[in-house]
């Protein structure tokens, strides 16, 4: 396969990635499901444009925090809303896809609100996680959830910085 390491099959099941897509209303059942189970759910949210190793560490680090992880992802009308009308890069269908075939994460939720509180009161996940870049009480959900973990960034990797070196290396093209 084109792509793969000679020997080793490069292999993304994709009706895993479509049982990871959920609504809300899909995941209240499946949330009581897990409660009733003793499942540790992780909740955070983002918006997850050019996919980067940031996103990555971020991602796996919150999974290791708990039995499941919740990604919550900004529609593209939403991520407009905080990042203007150049974003998103990437449809939000194709952003929960990526976001779906990562190994560490068990559901996504794309949503169209500015922040996640509903879904952070509807879900009631045991742990809510985002960057250490943002501040204790900017947490949207702290007051909703016991336990909230800030997880630091990896150094010089942002969304931002690449689109930034993309214009300058071919932006003249």
């Known amino acids: 396969m084109r792509g793969a390491r000679p020997g080793v099959p490069l292999h993304i099941s994709t009706s895993t990635m479509e049982d990871k897509l959920v609504t809300l209303e899909d995941f209240i059942s499946i949330r009581k499901r897990l409660h009733g189970e003793g499942k540790v759910v992780v909740f955070t949210n983002g918006c997850f444009d050019l996919i980067h190793c940031g996103h990555i560490n971020y991602l796996a680090s919150a999974k290791e925090l708990g039995d499941v992880l919740v990604v919550a992802i900004n ?12 974003r998103p890069i990437i449809p939000q269908e194709d952003r929960a896809k990526i976001v779906s075939a990562l190994e560490c994460v068990n559901y996504v939720i794309i949503f169209d609100e500015p922040t996640p509180k509903k879904l952070i009161k509807t879900i009631l996940p045991d742990i809510l996680v985002k960057g250490a870049d943002w501040e204790p009480d900017e947490i949207v959900g702290a007051d909703i959830v016991e336990k909230v973990v800030r997880i630091p960034l990896t150094e010089d990797q942002s969304t931002s910085a690449i689109i930034e070196k993309i214009v300058e290396r071919y932006g003249d093209k």
């Open 75 to 86: 529609s593209d009308n939403s991520m407009r809303q905080i990042k203007g009308p150049k």
